[in-house]
């Protein structure tokens, strides 16, 4: 069976620092590979999207960067952060031959300070 | 207008009732529709999908309107584990982009 693995469950940064997150897929092959973000009272937002190694998709402007350097691996990644990064990121996966259902990881509260 | 708007509750509800909240989208072109649950501070998980003729599973029943460009979920016999968050989500196009309502929060009271 497929699982997904999201690391750390909780972080707590200061403005400016970087960030990375990152994210596996296990038992399939050539997923597409999401990174959400839900702010409180607001319906996820997509932040990027792959459908294969190297590809990334940024659906926002932001300071934020994906990257794919495995078939299975996701990482969330800024170089300074800002307070207004704070929220919880989600990874989430879906075959490709069906992109409207999401698996997601059990996400990372992101607290900027 | 919201593309997807959801009333966000809480709707407090005894045990074993009927519950049933709505989910409005803006885009008549929209094409699916899902129902995810989420538990506070955990990831969303599909609940179900939305199909145009209806979709029963269980207690859960989900229905699209068309015409008022709506789906909606209803609870029978509403159990304690049913507290959560219900999320809908639409597609409004095949390129990957699903909009997601912002949930309806659901307490079911013993």
């Known amino acids: 069976s497929q699982t997904i693995h999201q690391w750390p469950a909780t972080l707590v940064q200061p403005v400016g620092s970087p960030l990375s997150l990152e994210c596996t897929v296990e038992?399939?092959?050539?997923?597409?590979l999401y990174w959400y973000r839900q702010a409180a009272g607001r319906g996820l937002q997509l932040l990027f999207y792959?459908?294969?190694?190297?590809?990334i998709s940024s659906e926002v402007p932001q300071n934020l960067s994906a990257s794919r350097p495995q078939d299975r691996q996701f990482i969330l990644s800024s170089k300074k952060l800002l307070l207004s990064d704070s929220g919880f990121y989600l990874c989430?996966?879906?075959?490709?031959?069906?992109?409207?259902?999401?698996?997601f990881g059990s996400g990372t509260q992101l607290s900027v300070l | 207008r919201k593309e997807v708007e959801q009333d966000p509750g809480p709707f407090n509800v005894p045990e074993g009732a009927t519950v049933a909240f709505n989910c409005t989208y803006s885009?008549?072109?929209?094409?699916?529709f899902f129902w995810y649950r989420q538990d506070c501070r955990k990831e969303p998980k599909l609940l179900m999908s939305?199909?145009?003729?209806?979709n029963e599973d269980g207690r859960f029943t989900a229905q699209l309107n068309r015409a008022s460009q709506y789906i909606s979920l209803l609870i029978r016999d509403s159990k304690l584990s049913d507290s959560a968050t219900y999320l809908c989500?639409?597609?409004?196009?095949?390129?990957?982009?699903?909009?997601w309502g912002a949930g309806t929060k659901l307490i079911i009271k013993p």
């Open positions: 989430a996966w879906s075959r490709t031959d069906d992109n409207e259902k999401l698996f």
């Open positions: 038992g399939t092959s050539n997923p597409n």
């Open positions: 792959s459908v294969g190694i190297g590809q």
């Open positions: 885009n008549s072109a929209s094409q699916s």
């Open positions: 939305v199909y145009s003729s209806g």
């Open positions: 989500v639409v597609n409004m196009d095949s390129n990957y982009q699903l909009i």
